[in-house]
T-cell receptor, first 114, second 114 residues
Framework: AQSVTQLDSHVSVSEGTPVLLRCNYSSSYSPSLFWYVQHPNKGLQLLLKYTSAATLVKGINGFEAEFKKSETSFHLTKPSAHMSDAAEYFCVVSLYSSASKIIFGSGTRLSIRP | DSGVTQTPKHLITATGQRVTLRCSPRSGDLSVYWYQQSLDQGLQFLIQYYNGEERAKGNILERFSAQQFPDLHSELNLSSLELGDSALYFC?????????????FGPGTRLTVL
């Protein structure tokens, strides 16, 4: 069975400091993994995705994520937070098998302190 | 602007009623997804259509149904509405049906059941 766990419901960092949003997944097969961002009262936007190519994935707005199979993790990072990064972030597992599933994590709310 | 449109933007109705939510995918996208976002359940994948055919099913209740029409727009029908169905309903579209496909999300329809 597939599952995805976002380890922090809320992360608060100061502007200009690094961001780390943690995501662990569970899957019997090789999944595709995504990070999406949702700004207040907006739809979701893709930040980046992993699809079994390079394990370090670069996304938009300076975000990166590293796929670590041994740790079943796909943590999202950014070297320097910006005020505009304040939003809700979702880690997503997608696997089209006999039980096709798209599973969203519970979300991590990122706050940026001035 | 993702290119995905959803109507209506807001919908207020009473318990026991039936509503239809409409989604127009991005030009050229063949796949449409429906999601429900609520405070207690988070973001849940409901159902996916690809080129008019049901492709994957998530946590969709039997009271809910969807279809994708020949012009590729999709409708989500919610019947015998309950208070707990109050949520934000998102539609997303992608070019392909593959699990690695990037999804583009619409702005959502906020449903309030009184």
């Amino acid at each position: 069975a597939q599952s995805v766990t976002q380890l922090d419901s809320h992360v608060s960092v100061s502007e200009g400091t690094p961001v780390l949003l943690r995501c662990n997944y569970s899957s019997s097969y090789s999944p595709s993994l995504f990070w999406y961002v949702q700004h207040p009262n907006k739809g979701l936007q893709l930040l980046l995705k992993y699809t079994s190519a390079a394990t370090l994935v670069k996304g938009i707005n300076g975000f990166e994520a590293e796929f670590k199979k041994s740790e079943t993790s796909f943590h999202l990072t950014k070297p320097s937070a910006h005020m505009s990064d304040a939003a809700e972030y979702f880690c997503v597992v997608s696997l089209y098998s006999s039980a096709s599933k798209i599973i969203f994590g519970s979300g991590t709310r990122l706050s940026i302190r001035p | 602007d993702s290119g995905v449109t959803q109507t209506p933007k807001h919908l207020i109705t009473a318990t026991g009623q039936r509503v239809t939510l409409r989604c127009s995918p991005r030009s050229g996208d063949l796949s449409v997804y429906w999601y429900q976002q609520s405070l207690d359940q988070g973001l849940q994948f409901l159902i996916q259509y690809y080129n008019g055919e049901e492709r994957a099913k998530g946590n969709i209740l039997e009271r809910f149904s969807a279809q994708q029409f020949p012009d590729l727009h999709s409708e989500l029908n919610l019947s015998s509405l309950e208070l707990g169905d109050s949520a934000l309903y998102f539609c997303a579209s992608s070019v392909l049906a593959a699990d690695s496909s990037e999804q583009f999300f619409g702005p959502g329809t906020r449903l309030t059941v009184l």
